[in-house]
């Protein structure tokens, strides 16, 4: 079984490589930053990102998409480990959730995706891949529960310190 990349996967490694060396920042470490600065700059990152081709390779181009293969998607993913660059602020959604909506999803689900696609952030992606789905039931908690309620009796017997 032959494991070497083929021409067009070593010039695209090349080219993949050399932009991250120009482009990639340091690998954000959250005891040196807040919370809100790590995120400005994930997003900051994933637009970056998105602008190069190096976003969504696999999603199709109408969805923001390279509508490249997974060998592409693994060579970036590489480069982006070797570079310590940091992920995109919406791994899961450009792994997972947009994949499943483009997939699986309706017209009315997956719509939103053709117009913000692979640049869109965690909050986007996540109102993209909801939009259409039933509203969430209405809860409330309350500080009525205790332990009479689960275990009745036995809780009442071992707060009285009844023996058996």
């Given at each position: 079984m032959d494991f070497d990349l083929s021409e067009s996967e070593q010039?695209?490694?090349d080219e993949v490589r050399a932009w991250l060396k120009a482009n990639?920042?340091?690998r954000?470490?959250?005891?040196d930053s807040d919370t809100k600065a790590v995120v400005a700059s994930r997003r900051a990152w994933q637009k970056k990102l998105f602008d190069a081709g190096y976003v969504g390779?696999?999603?199709?181009?109408?969805?923001?998409?390279?509508g490249a293969g997974f060998m592409e998607q693994l060579i970036v993913n590489d480069e982006m480990i070797q570079a310590q660059a940091p992920d995109p602020i919406n791994v899961i959604g450009l792994g997972?959730?947009?994949?499943?909506?483009?997939?699986?999803?309706t017209e009315l689900r997956s719509s939103p995706l053709?117009?913000?696609g692979a640049r869109a952030s965690a909050s986007?992606?996540?109102?993209?891949?909801?939009?259409?789905c039933r509203p969430a039931p209405r809860t409330r908690a309350t500080t009525t529960w205790s332990m009479d309620r689960r275990f009745g009796p036995l809780s009442r017997m071992l707060r009285s310190g009844a023996c058996w």
């Open positions: 010039a695209f490694r990639a920042p340091c954000d470490r959250p005891a390779i696999t999603w199709p181009k109408e969805y923001g998409g390279r997972m959730g947009g994949p499943v909506v483009i997939s699986h999803g053709r117009r913000s986007r992606m996540q109102a993209a891949t909801c939009r259409g």
